[in-house]
């Protein structure tokens, strides 16, 4: 629940989409394309509603684009020049879950060796996201993995309430964007009451939960390493990878140096890479460590919910929905999970805490 002593605004929704146009920045905001969604450089924003399912690809692809020159050389010289973005941007209607991922992406690019190439390009973006009420389809659970809930990472964080938004500051950025921006009132104990009674309608809405408490989830699959479930989804799997490139927090990569026809001029290029293709643990004697799509399944799932759940205390996965809403063999990782606990006939404990009230994953 929000506190009584927070500062909060409330603005009208077209005055503030208006005065977001007026700054230096390019705009990227949620925008309908063929009955989906997906973020795009706009001369107009258009509130996004409630409603809308999460982007076709997560709002990841501006800070850790799937293509990208990391910089250019001349051979015969050894000159190297580093290509370096400048844009300046804003990314406008970020789903709660999208906002928690770019804050888990930001210390997966920070620890031990920090990339200065996704470092400067999430410095020059601002994030404005707009909070759910409501499960964005069928597909999303992000309740049962704690991430319904964001409180750091965003600039500003928007919650609709018909013609205007309750605004949340979450940076000395986005408290500076507020300041220059006059149109706007403090909220009242009526309105935090009525934005209160939306929050805590949230957690009965969410039904597409696992059977256990995202707490456990490391040790229910570390003691499911030899369940036949995996070989079971395997003869469902396609391969394709498609969960690797619509997930928000896959950050694997491969590096290609790339020569000219002139033998003279290249560059080296990061790509997207992604586990789920057999290629991906492909080397040079031609040995693939991971063959079989058991074996690659059984790995993302424990990226997702074990190993980087231990390295860093929460779920990998924000259970936006995109991997479920996109395989074509229809594999979800609500299904997963639950069959895992099932199959290990795990009593489901209590309920979880309600993330609204500042409880969950820390």
Not at 204 to 225: A, G, H, P, Y
Not at 230 to 245: F, P, Y
Not at 307 to 329: E, F, I
Request: hydrophobic share 30%; aromatic share 10%; with cysteine.
């Amino acid at each position: 629940m929000r506190n009584q002593k927070e500062t909060t605004y409330i603005a009208n929704k077209d005055e503030l989409c208006s005065y977001l146009l007026t700054l230096p920045y390019n705009i990227y905001a949620v925008t309908e394309k063929q009955g989906r969604y997906v973020f795009a450089n706009v001369d107009k924003i258009s509130d996004p509603g409630d409603k809308y399912t999460p982007t076709l690809l997560p709002p990841k692809k501006y800070l850790y684009p799937n293509k990208e020159t990391l910089f250019c050389f001349k051979k015969t010289t050894e000159e190297i020049s580093e290509i370096e973005d400048k844009e300046e941007r804003i990314l406008f209607g970020i789903r709660p879950c999208d906002i928690n991922a770019v804050n888990l992406m930001d210390r997966i690019f920070s620890d031990g060796y920090k990339d200065s190439y996704y470092a400067k390009r999430r410095k020059n973006t601002i994030l404005i996201g707009v909070d759910c009420c409501s499960p964005c389809d069928d597909h999303s659970f992000c309740y049962s993995v704690g991430h319904l809930e964001v409180k750091e990472g965003y600039d500003l964080l928007l919650k609709d309430i018909g013609t205007a938004y309750f605004i949340l500051m979450g940076s000395e950025r986005g408290k500076e964007l507020m300041n220059k921006f006059t149109k706007f009132r403090e909220t009242t104990p009526q309105d935090l009451e009525q934005i209160n009674e939306i929050e805590k309608k949230k957690e009965s809405l969410f039904i597409n939960k696992f059977k256990t408490n995202v707490d456990n989830l490391s040790l229910v699959f570390r003691s499911s390493m030899s369940s036949p479930i995996w070989e079971e989804l395997a003869k469902r799997d396609l391969g394709c990878g498609a969960c690797n490139v619509d997930c928000p927090t896959c950050y694997c990569f491969d590096v290609q140096d790339r020569l000219e026809f002139n033998v003279e001029d290249g560059s080296r290029i990061r790509n997207w890479d992604g586990c789920m293709l057999r290629d991906f643990t492909l080397v040079a004697s031609g040995e693939v460590f991971r063959p079989g799509k058991a074996d690659r399944l059984k790995h993302r799932f424990n990226r997702k919910f074990h190993y980087l759940m231990n390295t860093y205390k929460k779920s990998h996965c924000v259970g936006c929905g995109r991997c479920a809403r996109d395989c074509l063999a229809g594999i979800s990782p609500v299904e997963v999970v639950n069959s895992l606990v099932e199959g290990m006939k795990v009593e489901a404990p209590p309920p979880l805490p309600s993330p609204i009230k500042g409880e969950g994953v820390n």
